[in-house]
């Protein structure tokens, strides 16, 4: 599996991109097994607030969830066409073998369909 995390357009940090290699787990879990991530004090792992220290505690405090006024994860899933928002939430998606996931941060009043900015990789599994 590819995990792909996008800082967005307003951080300088450059995107990420990872393998990892006979994962078995929730999409939430993937994020742990490469760095960290933070769900909301409302939802502690139904809402990814924070991945990677950002954004930083200074400029959302994770309590609820955030909205669009504000800036706010967008999960994505690789598909034959590219990147699709994801309409299931980290905790609850499992991850298969060949796939890519994607997480932008998503700036101020950005649209939901805005994915990262690296194509996905899908590979296959099968032997």
């Known amino acids: 599996t590819t995990l792909v995390i996008d800082y967005g357009k307003?951080?300088?940090?450059p995107i990420e991109e990872k393998c990892?290699?006979?994962f078995s787990g929730s999409s939430w879990n993937l994020l742990r097994a490469v760095g960290t991530v933070t769900g909301t004090q409302k939802y502690p792992v139904g809402f990814v607030c924070r991945i990677n220290n950002?954004?930083?505690e200074q400029?959302?405090?994770?309590?609820d969830t955030p909205g669009l006024t504000s800036g706010s994860w967008a999960f994505f899933i690789a598909s034959k066409s590219g990147w699709e928002y994801s309409p299931f939430g980290a905790a609850t998606h499992k991850?298969?073998?060949g796939?890519?996931?994607g997480w932008r941060f998503l700036?101020?009043?950005?649209?939901?369909?805005?994915?990262?900015q690296v194509k996905p990789t899908v590979v296959n599994c099968e032997k």
């Open 10 to 13: 307003e951080s300088s940090i």
């Open 20 to 22: 990892v290699e006979n």
């Open 54 to 56: 950002f954004p930083t």
């Open 59 to 63: 400029q959302d405090k994770c309590i």
């Open 95 to 97: 991850v298969k073998c």
């Open 99 to 101: 796939t890519s996931e």
């Open 107 to 116: 700036a101020k009043e950005e649209s939901l369909n805005t994915p990262p």
